[in-house]
C-alpha cells in the first residue's frame, strides 16, 4: 500500500496508508426479509435460540437505489488504528496488528475516519451507512449470506470455528461478498452511520427503539462470538453491552465513488 505523511507543522508527524478501496456501483438493494417469510426464518436458525421477534426488524423486504460508494475491502486494523491512537492519546489496543481493531466506540470510530479522511487529503471517510453495508454485502441478488445462500462452516470467523477471538483480517477470502468485500460476516461486529429505526411499512411489533442497547447504531456482520444468524446479510443487529471489546465491536471505512 502507499503510504502517505501529514504535512500540516501544528500536528503529530503521522504516517499512514491508503485504504484498499472496493468501488461498489450504484444499483437496487433487495433490502430486509419479506414479513411472511419469518417464521420460516427463525425455524431455520431456531438451534441459536433466536426468537422470531428479533427478526422481524428486517421486515418488511424493499427494493431500494443505493447510489455508488466505495468501502473498505477489510475492517480497519488494531496496527491502523495504533497510528490514530499514538496520534490522539488514546490507549494502544493490545491484540495482533493485522486483528480487526475492537472495542472501538461509535464516536470514537467516526473521529478515526476524519482524522484518516483529513490525511487522505480530506477525503470524506465516514462509517458506511446501513444500506450501503447491506448492499456491499448482498450485491443484486438477495442472497442469504456474503457468499451465497448456503451456510457453510470455515468461510467465516464465527462461534462455530470455536477459535474464540479474532483472526487476522482477509483470512477467509471464500467468504467474500460479491464485490470481493471480505470479512463481512463474522470476526468484528461493524458499526454503521444508521441510529435504529424500524423500516418504513414494518410490522406494527416491531420496536420503534431499542432502548436496552448501549448505543442506539446498528452494527452488522456479527463477530466471532456470534452464530451464523449473524453472518446472514439482511440481519440487524446492535451493541447491546458496554463492553465493546468482549462482544467484539469495530468498524469498517466508507467514502463516497472515486
Known amino acids: 500500500m502507499k503510504v ?15 485504504v484498499d478501496w472496493v468501488e461498489i456501483p450504484a444499483g437496487v438493494l433487495r433490502r430486509g426479509t419479506p414479513a411472511d417469510e419469518m417464521d420460516a426464518v427463525a425455524r431455520r436458525y431456531a438451534d441459536t435460540g433466536v426468537p422470531v421477534e428479533w427478526y422481524m426488524k428486517e421486515a418488511p423486504q424493499t427494493d431500494v437505489h443505493v447510489p455508488a460508494f466505495r468501502i473498505a475491502r477489510t475492517p480497519v486494523t488494531v496496527r491502523q488504528w495504533s497510528l490514530f491512537a499514538a496520534a490522539t492519546g488514546r490507549p494502544a ?28 487529503g480530506g477525503l470524506d471517510v465516514r462509517l458506511p451507512r446501513e444500506d450501503e453495508w447491506e448492499r456491499a454485502a448482498r450485491g443484486d ?12 462452516t470455515g468461510l467465516a470467523n464465527l462461534v462455530d470455528l470455536g477459535i474464540g477471538t479474532t483472526t487476522p483480517v482477509g483470512s477467509y477470502p471464500q467468504g467474500a461478498g460479491p464485490f470481493g468485500v471480505l470479512d463481512m460476516a463474522g470476526n468484528a461486529d461493524e458499526w454503521t452511520s444508521t441510529l435504529y429505526a424500524p423500516y418504513p411499512g414494518a410490522p406494527a411489533d416491531v420496536p420503534r427503539t431499542e432502548d436496552w442497547a448501549f448505543d442506539r447504531h446498528v452494527t452488522r456482520g456479527g463477530a466471532f462470538r456470534h452464530d451464523r444468524d449473524l453472518a446472514r446479510c439482511a440481519r440487524r443487529h446492535g451493541a447491546y453491552a458496554p463492553d465493546l471489546e468482549a462482544i467484539g465491536v469495530g468498524f469498517r471505512l466508507a467514502a463516497r465513488a472515486g
Not at 4 to 18: D, L
Not at 96 to 111: F, I, L, M, N, Q
Not at 141 to 152: A, I, L, S, T, V
Open 93 to 120: 489496543p493490545k491484540a495482533p496488528a493485522e486483528h480487526p481493531v475492537t472495542g472501538v466506540d461509535w464516536e470514537s470510530a467516526t473521529a478515526y475516519c476524519a482524522w484518516l479522511g483529513q490525511r487522505l
Open 4 to 18: 502517505v505523511e501529514s504535512s500540516r507543522a501544528e500536528e503529530k508527524f503521522v504516517r499512514v496508508e491508503q
Open 141 to 152: 441478488d438477495g442472497r442469504e449470506f456474503p457468499w451465497g445462500d448456503e451456510y457453510r
